[in-house]
C-alpha cells in the first residue's frame, strides 16, 4: 500500500489555481487585479474610508511560460493599511481572512484569492507580492516581499525596508509581476472590469492606467461610504447536516438550547418548543454540546429542518440605491436614456438577497443593433465577468420576454440591441458554482427575484423606447408624404391623361389629407412624452427629489428632452399651420416642400433645444 | 404581332377598368377625400370548399387599402406597377415576374425622385403585381405577365398533343417521340387539345421531378399505359393547370405521389387538388379535383416497413409545417370538409406522430431490385391503396 500523505492547502492551491481563476494567462491578470481591487474596496469599506484606488497594468517584458508576457499589475490604496505583521497572513497564507463565513456581503469571503495571486505570481516569475503599508499610526511606511510557503500555507515576508511614502497617511500598495495576457475589452477584459466596478461604486475615485494608454481617473459621484451593514447569523434552513456539526464546535460547552439560539438566527423560544412538539426530547436541549453523540445532532438537525421558522431578516444586505446607480451609470458615457430599479430586500431559498437592475443604452460605445445586449453581472459588487451562461442572471434575463418592452429577443436567448444590462446580486451568503465565484448557482426562487426586477426595469425602459418609436414613426410618416405622394399623382394624371389643373386639385387634396395623418401622429407622440414625464416625476417623488432641482442626474437630461420633444411638436404644429397657409395662398409649391419643411423644422428645434441645454 | 392566347374568356376590358379605377382615385383626391384600393380577400378565412365544384372558391370579404401615411407607399407602388403593366397590354409585350421586377429597377435607377419606390427584393414588387390581379380581378397571365416554367416534365408513349400557336397553326407533339426528353407545359396560356393512342390507364403525378425521372429511366411508360409527371414540389400553375387539362380531356384515374409530411399534404398536394387560398380568384383554371393521394400512407410505413425520421421541432421549417397543419385542422375548408377526412386523418396521424417518410423511402424496400418503387405503386393502384 503506497503511502498516504498530508498536503497543506498552500500545496493544494498551488496545484489547482485554476479552480479559483487562474486557468489561462488572460484570466490570470484580470484575476490578480479583481481580488486587489476588492481587497481595498472591502478595507476602505470597513474603516469608513471613501476609497481612492490607483491601477496601473504594464507590460514589462517577457513571460517564461509560452506565449506570455511579463504583466506587472499594481494597486494603491488609500485604505487604512495594514499592520507588519498582518502583511504576511493577508498576502501569503490561504484561508486567512477577517470576513469568512461572517455573514456580511462583503467582496472577498474566504481569504484565498490574492494568496492564490501572489501564488501565481511565485510560480511565474519566481517572486510573491511586493507591498508598501502604512497605517495612520506608522511614521513610515514598510515595504517588503511576501512569498507564500507553500509546504506550511504560511505567508513570508522578506526584504522588509521603511520607506516615506509621499505624503500618503495611510494606504497599501500591492504589485504582482505575473505571466499573463492582456485584453482590454469583452467579456474578459479589462475595461469591462473597471467600468462595472464603477459603475456598482459610486463611492469609487478611481484611477488607471492600462498599458500604453493615457491615465483615465473616473471620479465618485457620492461621498457616502455605503453602511455595511452588521454581520447576520446563519439560517438554520441553509445548513447541511455536516455544517451543522461543524457550526457546533465553534461553541464549546455550550447546551443546545443555547446553541440553537445563539448560533443561528430566527431560532427563538416559542421555535425550541415548537421542535419539542415535533418530536424533539426535551432533555436534549439541555444537554451540553459536546456531550451529543453523532445521532442526537442528526435527529435535531431533522427536526429544526422539518419545523417552519421565521424568514431570516433582509436588514443584513446593502443596496447601492438608485439615486447613486442613476449618477454612476453616467460614469460610463453618456447615455441616450437608462431605468434603474432597486429591488426591497427578499428572501431566496432562506438567504436574504437584493437585486438592482440599471438598463442603459449609450451614445457612443460601439454596440450592434443586432447583437446581443452587453450585459454586467455582479455578485456583492463584485463583476462576473466569464461562463455567463449558467449564471442565474442570465437565466433571468432569457427568461423575461423582452419583446413587450420594445426589445427584439431570439427565443430563449438575450435581447438584441445597443443596450448594457447592468444586474447586481447583494447577499452576505450567495451560493457561486465555483471557488472563482464566476456564476452564480441558479434557484428557482433567486431567478424570480431577478426576473421580476428586470421586469420592472424592462417597464420603465418600455415608455423610453415607446417615445421613441413614436419620433421615428412620426418622421416616417412626414418622409412618405414627401417621397410618395408626388409619385402617386403623377402616375394618376399619366394614366388618366389629366390636366395640370387636376394634378394641383389632386396634390393639395393629398397634402390635406396625409397632414391629418402626421397630426394624429404627433399627438401619439406628445401621449408618449406625457406618460414618459409621468413615470420620472413618480420616480423623483419616490426617491424624495423634486424633479426641477435634480439637475446633476440623468433625471434633468429627461426632463429636458421632454421639453425638447413638446418645443419640437409646438414648431411642429407651427409649421404644419404656415404650411397649410402657404399652400391655400400659393398652391404653387410642390407637394414635397411642406414634409420637408416640417422635418428641417423639426431637427432645428431640437439643435436649438440642444444648444439651450448646454 | 398574333393575339396571345388567353386562359379564359375575359368579361372586362383592363386598360379601361384600370382608367375607371385611376379617375375615381385622382377625382377622390381632388376632393381630399380617401381614395379606397379594393381587392379580394385571398386568404382561409375567405375561402371556401364544396366538393362538387372540387377547389377553393372566395367568399365576400375584401381587403380595403385606403391611402394614409402608412399606405401611401404601397399605392404609389401599385399604380407605378399599373402603369408599366397597361403600357405592356398596349403594345402586346409580356414579361416574367423577374423581368418586371428589374425593369421597375431600372426606371427607378435612372429618375431620383421614383427612388423612395425602389423593391429591396423581388418578392416586394410580386406581391404589388399579384394584388393588381385580385384587384381587377384578372388572372396574372391576363395583365401579360408569366412566371418562369416550373415543373410538369411529361412522359408517356401514348399521349399526343397537338397545340394551335398564337398566329393559328398547329403543332403536334407525339410524346412517344422525344426520346429521353419530356414535354413540359408552359407557364403561359397554351391552347393544347389532349389525344391518346391507347387507353390511358391512370396519370402519376409524381412530388420530386428526380423521382419521375429515375422512374422514366427505368422503364416506367414503356412497361404501363399512362402519364407520368413530376411536379417539382409545389406545382406551379402550369403543372395546375396542365392536370386539369388532362383530366378534362382523358379523364384518367389521376394520382399523387409524395412524401409523408404535413408540408406535401398541406401545400403540394392540396394546391393541385383544390387550389391555393392566394390564388383564390384562379383556383377554377388551375386545379385538378379528381387526383388522389397514392402515398406516402401511414399504413405504408408499416406494410414496407419504411425508413421514416422524427420531425425536428428545433427545426423552424418542420415546426412550421406542423403548426400550419394543426391551423388546417381548425380552419382550411378543404381538410374540414368531411370528403377529405381520410387526408385531415393523414394529417392528425402525423401531427401525433411526429415522424416524416420520404418518398423515396421505397427505394429501400429492396435495394437489388431497380424497379421496386414501380411494383409497390401499381400494387397499392391495383388495391385501392389511396385517399
Redesign the interface.
Known amino acids: 500500500m503506497s503511502k498516504i500523505t498530508k498536503s497543506s492547502t498552500a500545496e493544494y492551491f498551488a496545484k489547482n489555481l485554476q479552480q479559483v481563476g487562474f486557468s489561462s494567462p488572460l484570466k490570470a491578470v484580470l484575476t490578480t487585479l479583481k481580488e486587489a481591487v476588492d481587497n481595498s474596496m472591502d478595507a476602505c469599506e470597513q474603516a469608513e474610508i471613501l476609497p481612492e484606488i490607483e491601477v496601473q497594468i504594464q507590460r514589462v517584458g517577457q513571460g517564461s511560460s509560452k506565449n506570455t508576457d511579463l504583466i506587472k499589475i499594481s494597486v494603491e490604496d488609500n485604505g487604512p493599511g495594514l499592520e507588519v505583521d498582518d502583511l504576511a497572513k493577508v498576502f501569503g497564507e490561504y484561508l486567512a481572512s477577517s470576513k469568512f463565513g461572517k455573514g456580511q456581503c462583503s467582496r472577498g469571503q474566504q481569504g484565498i484569492g490574492i494568496s492564490a495571486a501572489t501564488t501565481w505570481a511565485q510560480l511565474t516569475n519566481a517572486k510573491g507580492a511586493f507591498v508598501i503599508s502604512k497605517t495612520a499610526s506608522m511614521r513610515k511606511a514598510v515595504s517588503g516581499q511576501v512569498d507564500v510557503d507553500i509546504k506550511t500555507n504560511s505567508g513570508v515576508l522578506k526584504n522588509k525596508q521603511t520607506l516615506d511614502w509621499d505624503d500618503k497617511k495611510h494606504g497599501v500598495r500591492v504589485e504582482f509581476a505575473i505571466d499573463g495576457r492582456v485584453q482590454l475589452n469583452g467579456d474578459g477584459g479589462l475595461i469591462t472590469y473597471l467600468e462595472g466596478t464603477v459603475l456598482v461604486n459610486p463611492h469609487l475615485t478611481l484611477k488607471y492606467k492600462l498599458l500604453d494608454n493615457d491615465w483615465v481617473t473616473i471620479e465618485r459621484v457620492s461621498n457616502d461610504v455605503p453602511d455595511i451593514p452588521v454581520a447576520t447569523l446563519p439560517h438554520p434552513h441553509t445548513f447541511k447536516l455536516g455544517e451543522f456539526i461543524t457550526h457546533s464546535t465553534l461553541y464549546g460547552k455550550i447546551t443546545l438550547d443555547k446553541f440553537l439560539k445563539t448560533g443561528f438566527s430566527r431560532v427563538s423560544d416559542q421555535s425550541l418548543k415548537d421542535f419539542v412538539a415535533k418530536g424533539l426530547p426535551k432533555a436534549l436541549l439541555s444537554k451540553p454540546l459536546t456531550a451529543l453523540r453523532p445521532e442526537d445532532f442528526k435527529k435535531v438537525f431533522q427536526i429544526v429542518q422539518d419545523t417552519d421558522l421565521m424568514a431570516p431578516s433582509t436588514k443584513s444586505v446593502l443596496t447601492v440605491g438608485e439615486d447613486a446607480l442613476s449618477k454612476s451609470i453616467q460614469r460610463l458615457g453618456e447615455t441616450d436614456f437608462f431605468s434603474v430599479v432597486t429591488r426591497k430586500p427578499a428572501i431566496c431559498d432562506f438567504k436574504p438577497v437584493v437585486v438592482e437592475v440599471a438598463l442603459a443604452r449609450f451614445k457612443h460605445r460601439n454596440l450592434e443593433a443586432d447583437e446581443p445586449v452587453q450585459l454586467l453581472r455582479f455578485a456583492n459588487r463584485v463583476p462576473l465577468q466569464f461562463d455567463k451562461s449558467g449564471c442565474a442572471i442570465t437565466w433571468a434575463i432569457e427568461s423575461v420576454n423582452w419583446k413587450s418592452y420594445g426589445l427584439s429577443q431570439p427565443k430563449g436567448s438575450l435581447p438584441l440591441g445597443p443596450y448594457i444590462f447592468a444586474i447586481s446580486l447583494v447577499s452576505p451568503f450567495i451560493k457561486f458554482k465555483n471557488a472563482s465565484k464566476e456564476t452564480i448557482d441558479a434557484s428557482e426562487e433567486l431567478v424570480e427575484e431577478i426576473r421580476r426586477a428586470l421586469m420592472q426595469a424592462g417597464q420603465k425602459l418600455s415608455r423610453h423606447i415607446k417615445k421613441e418609436s413614436k419620433e421615428a414613426d412620426l418622421e416616417r410618416k412626414l418622409a412618405h408624404i414627401e417621397q410618395f405622394g408626388p409619385i402617386l399623382v403623377e402616375s394618376l394624371v399619366r394614366i388618366t391623361d389629366s390636366s395640370d389643373a387636376r394634378k394641383k386639385r389632386a396634390e393639395e387634396g393629398l397634402r390635406k389629407l396625409l397632414g391629418r395623418d402626421s397630426k394624429d401622429a404627433m399627438e401619439d407622440l406628445e401621449q408618449a412624452a406625457i406618460k414618459l414625464a409621468a413615470q420620472k416625476t413618480r420616480e423623483a417623488k419616490r426617491r424624495g427629489h423634486d424633479p426641477d432641482d435634480d439637475t446633476a442626474s440623468s433625471e434633468s437630461e429627461e426632463e429636458n428632452d421632454i421639453i425638447e420633444v413638446t418645443e419640437v411638436m409646438k414648431e411642429n404644429k407651427k409649421a404644419a399651420r404656415t404650411t397649410k397657409k402657404a399652400a391655400d395662398k400659393a398652391g404653387k409649391k410642390s407637394a414635397s416642400s411642406p414634409a420637408a419643411k416640417k422635418i428641417a423644422t423639426t431637427n432645428a428645434a431640437k439643435k436649438k433645444a440642444g444648444t439651450k441645454k448646454k | 404581332m398574333a393575339k396571345l392566347i388567353s386562359v379564359r374568356e375575359l368579361k372586362i376590358d383592363i386598360p379601361k377598368e384600370?382608367?375607371i379605377l385611376?379617375?375615381r382615385?385622382?377625382s377622390?383626391?381632388?376632393?381630399?377625400?380617401?381614395p379606397v384600393l379594393e381587392a379580394v380577400k385571398t386568404s382561409l378565412d375567405n375561402s371556401f370548399y364544396n366538393p362538387k365544384v372540387g377547389y377553393l372558391t372566395p367568399g365576400d370579404k375584401r381587403v380595403r387599402t385606403e391611402?394614409?401615411?402608412?399606405s401611401?407607399?404601397k399605392?404609389?407602388r401599385v399604380?407605378?406597377m399599373?402603369?408599366i403593366l397597361?403600357r405592356n397590354l398596349d403594345i402586346g409585350a409580356v414579361n416574367t415576374k423577374r423581368e418586371l421586377y428589374y425593369i421597375c429597377k431600372g426606371l427607378i435607377k435612372n429618375d431620383a425622385?421614383?427612388r423612395?419606390?425602389d423593391f429591396e427584393d423581388q418578392v416586394e414588387s410580386d406581391t404589388i403585381v399579384d394584388f393588381i390581379g385580385d384587384m381587377l380581378q384578372v388572372y396574372r397571365e391576363e395583365l401579360n405577365c408569366f412566371a418562369n416554367d416550373r415543373g410538369g416534365q411529361t412522359y408517356s408513349q401514348q399521349l399526343v398533343v397537338t397545340e394551335t400557336m398564337a398566329d393559328g397553326e398547329k403543332a403536334t407533339i407525339d410524346l412517344s417521340t422525344l426520346g429521353t426528353a419530356p414535354f413540359q407545359p408552359k407557364n403561359k396560356p397554351q391552347s393544347l387539345r389532349l389525344k391518346a393512342r391507347k387507353k390511358i390507364d391512370f396519370c402519376l403525378v409524381i412530388e420530386s421531378e428526380g423521382t419521375a425521372n429515375t422512374l422514366q429511366s427505368m422503364g416506367f411508360t414503356k412497361r404501363n399505359n399512362c402519364i407520368l409527371m413530376g411536379a417539382q414540389g409545389v406545382p406551379s400553375n402550369a403543372v395546375r393547370g396542365w392536370c386539369k387539362l388532362i383530366e378534362e380531356e382523358l379523364a384518367p384515374p389521376m394520382y399523387f405521389f409524395g412524401d409523408l409530411d404535413a408540408y406535401t399534404l398541406q401545400n403540394i398536394f392540396r394546391t393541385l387538388k383544390a387550389g391555393s387560398a392566394a390564388s383564390l380568384i384562379r383556383n377554377s383554371h388551375f386545379s385538378a379535383p379528381e387526383v388522389r393521394f397514392l402515398g406516402v400512407l401511414p399504413e405504408d410505413v408499416k406494410k414496407y416497413d419504411l425508413p421514416f425520421y422524427k420531425v425536428r421541432e428545433s427545426d423552424p421549417a418542420e415546426a412550421r409545417a406542423l403548426k400550419k397543419a394543426k391551423d388546417a385542422l381548425e380552419n382550411d375548408p378543404f381538410f374540414l370538409d368531411k370528403k377529405n377526412k381520410g387526408l385531415s386523418d393523414i394529417l392528425r396521424w402525423l401531427m401525433k406522430e411526429k415522424i416524416r417518410c420520404e418518398q423515396q423511402s421505397l427505394f429501400s424496400v429492396d435495394p437489388k431490385d431497380p424497379i421496386k418503387m414501380e411494383k409497390i405503386i401499381l400494387e397499392k393502384i391495383r388495391n385501392g391503396s389511396y385517399v
Open positions: 384600370a382608367q385611376a379617375e382615385m385622382l377622390d383626391l381632388e376632393k381630399s377625400k380617401r391611402l394614409n401615411v402608412s401611401v407607399q399605392l404609389a399604380v407605378f399599373l402603369e397597361l425622385k421614383l423612395p419606390l
